[in-house]
């Protein structure tokens, strides 16, 4: 249950961030109010997810996971370049998460 708290946490994490990112300094409205309750939901998740896990790898994998999604959503959007490098260096992130939650 942790872990999929804590994978939700991460998505929010990109969710939050983007929103920051369309909020244009907190000016407009929408983006604002989804990245300050996604930016909540975000943290409420991970504050639970660190009852079970060790409090660096939950961090680790959070940052990971919102990294790696809001850096891969804006490409998709075409808001940011994409090259192989960026995608490899990308899933590089992604293995270092999952190898987090193999040793665990």
Not at 43 to 69: E, N, S
Not at 73 to 85: N, Q
């Amino acid at each position: 249950m942790y872990w999929l708290v804590l994978v939700l946490s991460g998505v929010l994490e990109a969710v939050w961030a983007t929103a920051l990112g369309r909020s244009e300094g907190l000016s407009r409205l929408l983006p604002s109010v989804v990245f300050g309750v996604a930016l909540a939901a975000s943290m409420a998740g991970l504050a639970f997810a660190m009852r079970g896990l060790p409090i660096g790898t939950a961090y680790a994998v959070w940052v990971g996971i919102g990294a790696a999604l809001t850096a891969g959503y804006a490409m998709w959007a075409g808001e940011e370049p994409v090259s192989v490098v960026r995608v490899l260096l990308l899933a590089g992130i992604v293995g270092c998460v999952v190898g987090l939650k193999l040793t665990h």
